[in-house]
């Protein structure tokens, strides 16, 4: 069955191609900014759609007659009480209490599919998210950028993409031997050595004391005097690998799992940048050339030097830029970032990166560099995601001297619940600012949203656990005897499909925590009307009939929910 939205969009189509048939429509004209929605005022009906408004200039036609023409077709359907034009040629659609009926029906019928989309028509998208360099447990810092892109990855599965959750581990910058250097310390410490105070320029977390004692274990005194040469890469895969342990182990208690987990010295031992310069190269799109000097003051020990320039000014940059050092190794931008974004290419139709804040400059020049490597053909989108502060009854947190002055994501979880955390982190838009205060997640009130839409599931879990145990028996519910303010919930409920389309296609995976607010609030108000007259309480003892009709309702609520927070990787609560 087509859910409400897709089949009023299919009733419009069906309507412009019978007034094309007619002649009152120009053949031909570009559709696809026909809409249908609800109406920002809902006393102008249910549904409102545009097409005469988009439709008539291109079609030389006067706005007003195209909507009367193509009102006087959606008049005519069945589900369709009353047709308005307002205006210079908005069509607003008043639908029929049978239409909103049908709807729950299909709730009911479709369950955990419902809302499932084919929007995305099988297209594979790459979305590559948290990748923290491997250098310690994941900390607060990186959380939101793995809830928003894990949340980003079921979001796009569940509106009809395949994707490929991917991690690019940053294992071969200066960062990883610094790394090695640190766990040679804690090496020595565990055979004995007094070390004191941890080397500024080192890391000096205790999640390190483990690693150098496995390789104390291994290997006993046979690197405490040896020169670094003889043991760098040694300790730095080894410490690479246990931190990715721990790292895979935190992101685990967030319920978060990668498909990939792409290695930055695999590409360069690959020499994927190499390949990625000579493709440019061929394309003109790399040159030799002189960086501009440093705006401003400049420095006296500033020289030009001729190094290998990438064309970005021509994908919009405002300079084009180096992919080699003046010692010859490679930039950031030449290894990490363009040759690593090409080989991700060759297996997607479109990327997405989660990055941080801080990164913002250097989203022009890789969207340059992707647009070149991939010819256009494959779009690329960055989310940036801004830092979390971390509270406490409203006072900042203190850091962790074990992890190492941060505090960790796996500290986080254990103390107030994966649930609350990936919630939580979904209730801002992913660009601004966001405190998390541990006081108030887990506050039992309507401002904590965690809170306030998983009450309304259990609220529905609980409703039905109580009809059992009265002995009423709500098998066979009957749609009919929902009234008007009934139905008002399932005129929200049946959103839900487009607001998933819709948060896809943005790639705004915060759209279903605003809407599943919106509609548990929409629940707890019909809920709190039987307060007020009993005669409005779901669970009538002195009527099974109404009382299986609102159950009826209440249960595709619910399923709305549990769908939404499915996609969100939280939990659908049955108790509280």
């Given amino acids: 069955m087509t859910t409400l939205y897709a089949r009023f969009a299919a009733h419009i189509e069906d309507a412009l191609n019978a007034l094309e048939t007619e002649g009152v429509l120009t053949a031909g004209v570009d559709r696809r900014n026909v809409t249908v929605e609800p109406p920002r005022d809902a006393s102008h009906g249910d549904l409102a759609t545009n097409?005469?408004?988009?439709?008539?200039?291109?079609?030389?036609?006067?706005?007003?007659?195209?909507?009367?023409?193509?009102?006087?077709?959606?008049?005519?359907?069945?589900?369709?009480?009353?047709?308005?034009?307002?205006?210079?040629?908005?069509?607003?659609?008043?639908?029929?209490?049978?239409?909103?009926?049908?709807?729950?029906?299909?709730?009911?019928?479709?369950?955990?599919?419902?809302?499932?989309?084919?929007?995305?028509?099988?297209?594979?998208?790459n979305v590559e998210y948290v990748s923290a360099n491997p250098t310690g447990p994941m900390h607060m810092g990186h959380c939101r950028g793995a809830v928003v892109g894990d949340a980003l990855a079921s979001l796009l599965q569940y509106a009809g993409h395949k994707v490929i959750r991917e991690y690019y581990v940053n294992d071969a910058g200066g960062q990883v031997d610094v790394l090695a250097r640190s766990v040679h310390l804690r090496y020595r410490e565990a055979l004995g050595e007094a070390i004191g105070e941890i080397p500024e320029g080192l890391?000096?977390?205790?999640?390190?004391?483990?690693?150098?004692?496995?390789?104390?274990?291994?290997?006993?005194?046979?690197?405490?005097?040896?020169?670094?040469q003889d043991w760098l890469i040694l300790f730095r895969e080894t410490a690479v690998a246990k931190m990715m342990d721990m790292i895979r182990a935190d992101l685990a208690l967030l319920g978060i799992h990668h498909d990939v987990f792409a290695s930055e010295a695999v590409v360069q031992r690959e020499k994927k940048p190499e390949a990625a310069e000579a493709f440019l190269r061929?394309?003109?799109?790399?040159?030799?050339?002189?960086?501009?000097?440093?705006?401003?003051?400049?420095?006296?020990?500033?020289?030009?030097?001729?190094?290998?320039?990438?064309?970005?000014?021509?994908?919009?940059d405002d300079q084009d830029r180096p992919i080699k050092k003046s010692n010859g190794s490679w930039t950031y931008f030449?290894?990490?970032?363009?040759?690593?974004?090409?080989?991700?290419?060759?297996?997607?139709?479109?990327?997405?990166?989660?990055?941080?804040?801080?990164h913002a400059g250097t989203v022009k020049r890789i969207k340059a560099a992707v647009a070149a490597l991939t010819g256009g053909t494959k779009p690329f989108d960055v989310k940036l995601v801004q830092m979390?502060?971390?509270?406490?009854?409203?006072?900042?947190?203190?850091?962790?001297?074990?992890?190492?002055?941060?505090?960790?994501?796996?500290?986080?979880?254990?103390?107030?619940?994966?649930?609350?955390?990936?919630?939580?982190?979904?209730?801002?838009?992913?660009?601004?600012?966001?405190?998390?205060?541990?006081?108030?997640?887990?506050?039992?009130?309507?401002?904590?949203p965690v809170f306030y839409v998983q009450y309304a599931h259990a609220r529905i879990c609980s409703l039905k656990r109580k009809v059992a145990e009265a002995g009423m028996d709500a098998s066979q519910p009957n749609p009919a005897l929902l009234d008007a303010t009934d139905l008002e919930l399932a005129k929200l409920a049946a959103q839900f499909p487009r607001i998933v389309e819709s948060?896809?296609?943005?790639?705004?995976?915060?759209?279903?925590?605003?809407?599943?607010?919106d509609l548990a609030a929409a629940f707890h108000a019909y809920w709190n009307a039987g307060n007020d007259d009993p005669e409005r309480r779901i669970f009538l003892t002195n009527s099974a009939e109404i009382t299986a009709a609102r159950l009826f309702l209440a249960t595709a609520i619910g399923q709305v929910i549990a769908n939404g927070l499915s996609i969100m990787g939280v939990a659908a609560a049955e108790e509280m």
């Fill in 334 to 358: 030449g290894a990490d970032m363009a040759a690593y974004h090409f080989q991700k290419a060759q297996n997607a139709d479109a990327l997405i990166d989660i990055w941080g804040a801080d």
């Fill in 503 to 517: 948060a896809a296609a943005a790639r705004e995976p915060h759209r279903i925590a605003f809407y599943l607010y």
């Fill in 51 to 125: 097409a005469a408004m988009v439709l008539a200039k291109p079609a030389g036609m006067n706005p007003r007659a195209l909507a009367e023409a193509l009102s006087a077709k959606l008049g005519a359907l069945g589900e369709v009480a009353s047709v308005d034009v307002a205006g210079p040629g908005f069509i607003n659609l008043r639908l029929t209490q049978e239409a909103w009926r049908t709807e729950l029906s299909l709730i009911a019928a479709a369950g955990d599919s419902y809302g499932r989309s084919t929007q995305g028509a099988g297209t594979t998208v």
């Fill in 388 to 448: 979390v502060r971390l509270l406490r009854g409203g006072e900042p947190v203190k850091m962790s001297k074990r992890a190492g002055n941060f505090v960790t994501l796996a500290d986080v979880v254990r103390e107030v619940g994966k649930d609350v955390v990936r919630f939580t982190m979904l209730t801002r838009k992913a660009d601004a600012q966001m405190d998390f205060d541990f006081a108030k997640v887990v506050e039992a009130s309507k401002d904590n």
């Fill in 203 to 228: 890391y000096p977390g205790d999640y390190l004391v483990p690693v150098g004692q496995a390789l104390a274990a291994d290997y006993g005194d046979r690197f405490v005097g040896a020169p670094e």
């Fill in 282 to 316: 061929e394309k003109g799109l790399v040159y030799d050339g002189v960086l501009e000097a440093p705006k401003g003051e400049v420095d006296p020990d500033w020289e030009p030097v001729t190094l290998p320039l990438f064309r970005s000014t021509q994908f919009g």
